[in-house]
């Protein structure tokens, strides 16, 4: 990689919004090239804002992932909706990620209003064009977008296909203000090892289950311990609201939460380099949606 000079090296905050679902972590998983944040098929997974950081020869760019838009219920939903508007407030550029094989709704709406209203450099993402039978499809929904805002560019991507996003941090660094890198070169995100295996945790979770459950679980690491270099024990309480809900993440003969273990293990000891043991309980804890401590040790901020 050729060194470029000082004065053309360019870094900053881009903030990627969307709908829940449209694939915003998966986009950042993908680029940083390490799954530093949950992915599944169910709404509302992202709660809280992840950064993962992208160096290149010709600079970095700190991506912003952010919880997917959606009308606020209870006060956790209401903080996940404050982070978004934050993010959008500290950033040097938004991309906006739209699920392109889905049709327009009140919610692609207002995640556009959001973006009019931020009035900052933004980049518009056509996401899942793997989806599209037909890519014409697109044709509209550009003219559309087109209509609305003053785009920096206009890209379809899919999330899930590097090479189709090969292109992009330069495409984002274009659009940078000149600046000194923000975090050290081997630095991948801002969260700590703790957060990123809760998060593991309950990914395999909204993996694993249906209905209510993605909704009503929470998890947090409560025991890191690093007895030898090469070997971690975690533990981590997995929070429900109810005892049947305990009952369903649990499963028959504790299959499911083997299952959950097993599969959080295997992604975590790839993130770690080593080997680790994990071990998982499950907690009942009344309405700790609304519960503002419960919050805020979840890292789910006011
Ligand atoms: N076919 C296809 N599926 C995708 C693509 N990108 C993401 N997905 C899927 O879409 C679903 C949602 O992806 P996420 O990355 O969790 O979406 P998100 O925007 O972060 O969602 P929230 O955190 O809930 O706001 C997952 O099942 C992904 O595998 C894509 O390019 N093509
Ligand atoms: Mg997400």
């Not at 870094?11 to 990627?16: E, K, P, R």
């Not at 040097?92 to 699920?99: A, E, N, S, T, Y």
Request: charged residues 30%.
């Amino acid at each position: 990689m050729e060194a470029i000079p000082k004065e053309e090296y360019r870094s900053g905050l881009v903030a990627l919004v969307g709908r829940p679902n449209a694939g915003k972590s998966t986009l950042l998983n993908n680029l940083v090239g390490q799954k530093i944040a949950a992915v599944s098929d169910k709404p509302q997974t992202t709660r809280f804002r992840i950064q993962g950081v992208i160096t290149k020869p010709n600079g970095q760019i700190v991506l912003v992932d952010t919880p997917g838009v959606h009308k606020p219920g209870y006060e956790m939903n209401r903080r996940m909706m404050a982070t978004v508007q934050d993010a959008l407030l500290g950033v040097d550029l938004v991309c906006l990620i739209r699920d392109a094989s889905d049709s327009t709704g009140n919610g692609d709406r207002f995640v556009l209003e959001l973006v009019q209203r931020s009035k900052k450099p933004a980049i518009l993402l056509l996401n899942k064009t793997d989806k599209l039978k037909d890519k014409s499809t697109l044709l509209p929904l550009i003219d559309w977008y087109r209509n609305e805002y003053e785009w920096r560019e206009i890209i379809p991507i899919s999330a899930l296909h590097p090479k189709s996003t090969d292109a992009l941090p330069d495409e984002m660094i274009k659009h940078l203000p000149a600046g000194d890198p923000l975090f050290e070169e081997d630095e991948l995100t801002d969260q700590s090892m703790r957060t990123l295996a809760a998060e593991i945790v309950r990914e395999k979770i909204l993996q694993q289950t249906k209905d209510e459950i993605p909704y009503v679980t929470a998890v947090v690491t409560e025991k890191w311990e690093e007895t030898r270099e090469d070997f971690t024990r975690i533990h981590c309480a997995i929070f429900v609201e109810r005892p049947s809900q305990k009952k369903i993440v649990i499963g028959k003969g504790a299959a499911r939460l083997k299952e959950i273990g097993t599969r959080a293990r295997h992604d975590i000891e790839h993130l770690l380099g080593h080997r680790c043991h994990l071990e998982l309980f499950v907690k009942v804890e009344k309405e700790w949606r609304d519960r503002e401590h419960l919050l805020d040790d979840m890292g789910i901020r006011n």
